[in-house]
C-alpha cells in the first residue's frame, strides 16, 4: 500500500475544517450546524491520524477515539437541545434565539 | 457628706435612664413616682453637700470620679468642682427643677409622651448639674451640649406639628453658631496653657497673659460669643422666642430659669479671662444693655402671653450681662437666682392659665381670672412684681438694684449703662403689670375650662414665697447691708469694691422705686383705666408700624433670612448638582463607556459569536506562526 504524503493528508483535514467552519458560519439551520461541527471534529480526527502514521506514534489512533466519543455525546445532547428549542419556537433557525442580547 | 456630691447628677441619669429604657412598660402613677424620686434625691443631695461644704469652711472641694481619656498629657477628667458660684446654681438648679417635675406631672398627666416628657426633663437636669459642677472646661462643654440637646429635644417634644419641629431646630443651630465659637475658644486656651482645668486656669492666665494682650482678648471673645448663644443676647436671641413651642414646664425650667443661664455661669466661672480683657467685658455691658432694652420693647407689644415671658427672660438675662460686663458679679448671679424663682413661677402660674383656658395663649382671649384663679391670680401676681422690681417687698428689686447701682458707680460703669438699666426697669414694669392686668382684670372673655390640681398650686406657692424672701439675702447698704449672699459668692469671685456713698444710694434707689410706680401707673392707665387707649394710638401709622416692627422681635428673623438663609438657599439650589461631585465623577463616565462599547458585540446571535472564536484562533495561529 503506497504511502499517501502527510501534507495531502494535512491539507484535506484542512480543507475539511474550512468548510465545516463555512458551515458554522453561513448556515442557520440549527441541524446543519451541528453536522458541520461534527466535519469539523473529524478533520481535527483526521489530522491527528495522519500525523501518528506520519510518526509511527498510537497517540494519534488513541486521540481519534476520544474525539469519536466526544462527537457521541456531544450530538446526544446537541439533538436533546434541538428538540427543546424546537418544541419552545417551532423553528429551527438560530437567528431567533437572540433573546441574550446585550 | 461632701463626699457624696458625685450622687447629685447620678439621681436624674437613673431617672433617665430608667425611664429612657423601659418607660413605655411603667405606668402612669411610677413614672411619676420615678421620676420626682430621683429629683428628689438629687435635691436632698445637694442640700446635704451644702450644708456640710458650708461647715467645712472650705471655699473649695474638688471630687475627681475617673479620668475621662488621656490623650499625651491632655487628660479631662469625670471630676466634680463645688465653690460658692457652683452651689449656687446647683441649689437653684435642683430646687427649681423638682418644683417643675413636681408641677409638670399634673400639667403633662393627659400627654402621651408621658415618659418620653420625663426622661428628656431628667437628662436636662443632669445636663445641667454636670455644666456647673465640671472641674474642666471639657466636662463642662459635654454638659453645655446636653443641655442644648435636651432643649431641642424638649422644643420639638410635640413633634406631629412641623412649627415645632422648625424653632426645635432653630433653637439648635442658633445657639450652634456660639458653641462652635466656645469650641475654638476652647482649642485657643489649651494651646495656650496645655490644659482645660477651669481652676489651672484661672491660676495660669494673669501670669501668662498680659491685660489687655491679644491672645486674653480672642479667649474672651470666643466664650462671650458662646454665652451670647446660650444665654439668647444680641445677635444671637431669635431662637428664644420661638422655643416657647414646647410645653409650659419646659419653658419655665430650661428656657427661663436654668439653661438660658448657662452663658452667665460660663463667664462667671472664667471671670478671670474677662478682666484680661477689659475691652471684651465693656463689649459684654454693652450688649446686655442694648439687649434689655430690645427684647424689653417687644415684650410690651405681644399678644401670646408666652412670648412676652420669654423676651422679658431675653431681658432680664441681658440685666445680667450687664451686671458681668461691670465687673459685678455677684449681682449677676444673684439676680440670676431671684429670677429664676420669679421667672419659673411666672411661667408655671401662666401655664396653670394656659391650661384653664384649654391652651389659649392669647392674653386678650382672657380677661378676668382673678376670681376664679385666685392661687394662680396671687402667685402670678406676686411673680410680675419681683418682675417689675416692687420696691421693698420682692426679690428682683434687690437684685435688680444692685445691678443698676454697680453699674453706676464701679469703675468700669458708666453713666449710660446706668440709664439703659433704669429705662429697661420702666419697661419691665410696664409689660409685667399689662400683663397681669390684661389677663386677670377686665370681664371674662372665656370660660373655665380645668382648674388646677394640688400638684400644680404646691410649686406655685412654694415659689412665690421665694420670689419674695429670696431677696432678703443679699440687702443693699441703705438698708441695713446684711449680705451673706454676696459674702459667700466672694470666696469664689472677686469682690467688686464699691465707692459710693449711702446717701447716693438711697436717691438711686428712689429713682428706680419711682420708675417702677411710674411704669406700673402707666399700665393702669392704658389697660384698665382706658382700655381703648391702646387701640386708639395704633390709629397713628407711626406708632402702628413701630408696635410691628417690636412685635416681630425687631424684624431680626427677616434679616437673618435676607442675609445667611437665602443666599444660603440659593446657593443651595444653584449648586443642586455638587461641584466637587464632578470630581470622581468621570470615573462612572468611563465605566460607562466601556460598557456602551462592549455592549454592541453582545448580539445574542450564535453565529456571530462562533466567527468571533474562529477569528479569535486565526488571531492567535497567525501570531504564533508569524513571530
Known amino acids: 500500500m503506497a504511502q499517501i504524503p502527510m501534507e495531502h493528508g494535512l491539507l484535506l483535514a484542512g480543507i475539511l475544517f474550512v468548510l465545516g467552519l463555512t458551515g ?42 476520544f474525539i469519536l466519543a466526544i462527537t457521541a455525546a456531544e450530538v446526544a445532547v446537541g439533538l436533546a437541545l434541538v428538540l427543546a428549542m424546537f418544541k419552545k419556537v417551532k423553528t429551527l433557525d438560530t437567528n431567533v434565539l437572540n433573546q441574550l442580547k446585550g | 457628706m461632701l463626699n457624696t456630691l458625685w450622687l447629685v447628677p447620678t439621681f436624674p441619669l437613673i431617672g433617665f435612664l430608667l425611664l429612657a429604657l423601659a418607660g413605655g412598660t411603667f405606668t402612669r402613677k411610677a413614672i411619676a413616682v420615678i421620676t420626682l424620686t430621683a429629683m428628689g434625691l438629687s435635691l436632698v443631695c445637694s442640700l446635704l453637700v451644702t450644708v456640710s461644704f458650708l461647715h467645712s469652711g472650705q471655699t473649695e ?33 435642683t430646687f427649681v427643677g423638682f418644683l417643675i417635675h413636681l408641677y409638670s406631672t399634673e400639667f403633662m398627666t393627659e400627654d402621651p409622651g408621658y415618659a418620653r416628657f420625663f426622661a428628656y426633663m431628667n437628662l436636662f437636669v443632669m445636663s445641667m448639674l454636670l455644666l456647673v459642677l465640671a472641674d474642666n472646661l471639657v466636662f463642662l462643654y459635654l454638659g453645655w451640649e446636653g443641655v442644648g440637646l435636651c432643649s431641642y429635644l ?12 422648625h424653632a426645635a431646630q432653630k433653637a439648635f443651630i442658633v445657639t450652634r453658631v456660639g458653641d462652635a465659637a466656645m469650641a475654638i475658644g476652647l482649642f485657643l486656651l489649651f494651646t495656650h496653657f496645655g490644659t ?66 448657662a452663658g452667665v455661669y460660663l463667664i462667671a466661672r472664667t471671670h478671670v479671662l474677662f478682666e484680661l480683657a477689659p475691652s471684651i467685658q465693656l463689649v459684654v455691658a454693652i450688649v446686655g444693655a442694648i439687649t434689655l432694652l430690645v427684647a424689653g420693647c417687644s415684650a410690651l407689644v405681644q399678644r401670646d402671653i408666652k412670648r412676652v415671658l420669654a423676651y422679658s427672660t431675653i431681658s432680664q438675662i441681658g440685666y445680667m450681662f450687664l451686671a458681668l460686663g461691670v465687673g459685678a458679679w455677684s449681682a449677676a448671679v444673684f439676680h440670676f437666682m431671684t429670677h429664676a424663682f420669679f421667672k419659673a413661677l411666672l411661667f408655671l402660674s401662666a401655664g396653670a392659665v ?24 396671687w402667685t402670678f401676681l406676686i411673680g410680675s412684681a419681683s418682675l417689675a422690681a416692687l420696691p ?8 435688680k438694684d444692685a445691678i443698676l447701682w454697680n453699674a453706676l458707680i464701679l469703675d468700669s460703669g458708666s453713666g449710660w449703662l446706668w440709664l439703659a438699666g433704669i429705662l429697661g426697669a420702666f419697661i419691665t414694669a410696664v409689660y409685667s403689670s399689662r400683663m397681669v392686668i390684661v389677663t386677670f382684670f377686665g370681664e371674662q372673655k372665656k370660660e373655665i375650662h380645668q382648674y388646677p390640681g394640688l400638684r400644680i398650686q404646691t410649686p406655685l406657692v412654694i415659689l412665690a414665697v421665694f420670689s419674695v424672701i429670696a431677696g432678703f439675702l443679699d440687702m443693699p447698704h441703705s438698708l441695713g447691708g ?26 438711686m434707689q428712689l429713682i428706680a422705686a419711682a420708675v417702677t ?74 465605566n460607562y463607556g466601556l460598557y456602551w462599547t462592549l455592549r454592541q458585540t453582545q448580539t445574542g446571535n450564535i453565529r456571530w459569536y462562533a466567527s468571533g472564536v474562529a477569528v479569535g484562533a486565526i488571531i492567535l495561529i497567525a501570531l504564533v506562526v508569524l513571530l
Not at chain 2, 77 to 87: E, P, Q, R, Y
Not at chain 2, 154 to 165: E, V
Not at chain 2, 485 to 507: D, M, Q
Not at chain 2, 543 to 565: E, K, Q
Request: hydrophobic share 55%; with cysteine; net charge neutral.
Open chain 2, 196 to 261: 482645660l482645668h477651669i481652676q489651672e486656669i484661672l491660676q495660669l492666665a494673669p501670669k501668662r497673659w498680659e491685660t489687655g494682650s491679644t491672645a486674653a482678648i480672642t479667649a474672651a471673645l470666643m466664650l462671650m460669643i458662646g454665652a451670647f448663644g446660650k444665654s439668647a443676647q444680641l445677635p444671637l436671641q431669635t431662637w428664644l422666642p420661638d422655643a416657647m413651642a414646647g410645653p409650659t414646664p419646659v419653658s419655665a425650667l430650661i428656657h427661663a430659669a436654668t439653661m438660658v443661664t
Open chain 2, 482 to 507: 446684711f449680705a451673706p449672699f454676696s459674702g459667700f459668692l466672694h470666696t469664689a469671685l472677686p469682690h467688686a469694691e464699691e465707692r459710693g456713698s449711702v446717701g447716693l444710694e438711697v436717691l
Open chain 2, 154 to 165: 424638649l422644643i420639638g417634644f410635640w413633634y406631629q406639628d412641623s412649627a415645632n419641629g
Open chain 2, 392 to 399: 421693698l417687698v420682692t426679690a428682683g428689686f434687690y437684685s
Open chain 2, 61 to 93: 472641694f474638688t471630687q475627681v470620679l475617673w479620668t475621662w481619656m488621656d490623650v499625651r498629657g491632655f487628660d479631662p477628667a469625670i471630676g466634680l468642682h463645688l465653690d460658692a458660684l457652683s452651689v449656687i446654681f446647683m441649689l437653684v438648679v
Open chain 1, 24 to 65: 458554522v458560519l453561513v448556515r442557520r439551520n440549527i441541524i446543519f450546524l451541528l453536522m458541520s461541527i461534527e466535519i469539523m471534529l473529524n478533520a481535527a480526527g483526521l489530522a491527528f491520524v495522519v500525523a501518528g502514521a506520519r510518526w509511527g506514534e498510537a497517540g494519534g489512533q488513541i486521540m481519534f477515539l
Open chain 2, 354 to 377: 394656659i391650661m384653664a383656658m384649654s391652651h389659649e395663649h392669647d392674653m386678650f382671649k382672657m380677661g378676668g381670672l382673678y376670681k376664679k384663679l385666685p392661687i394662680t391670680f
Open chain 2, 517 to 590: 410706680f411710674g411704669g406700673i401707673y402707666l399700665a393702669y392707665v392704658a389697660y384698665y383705666k382706658k382700655p381703648d387707649m391702646p387701640q386708639a394710638l395704633m390709629t397713628y401709622p407711626l406708632l402702628n408700624n413701630v408696635r410691628n416692627f417690636w412685635f416681630h422681635g425687631w424684624r431680626f428673623d427677616d434679616l437673618y433670612n435676607a442675609i445667611f438663609i437665602q443666599p444660603f438657599v440659593c446657593a443651595a439650589r444653584w449648586n443642586k448638582q455638587d461641584a466637587f461631585d464632578a470630581i470622581p465623577q468621570w470615573i462612572t463616565w468611563v
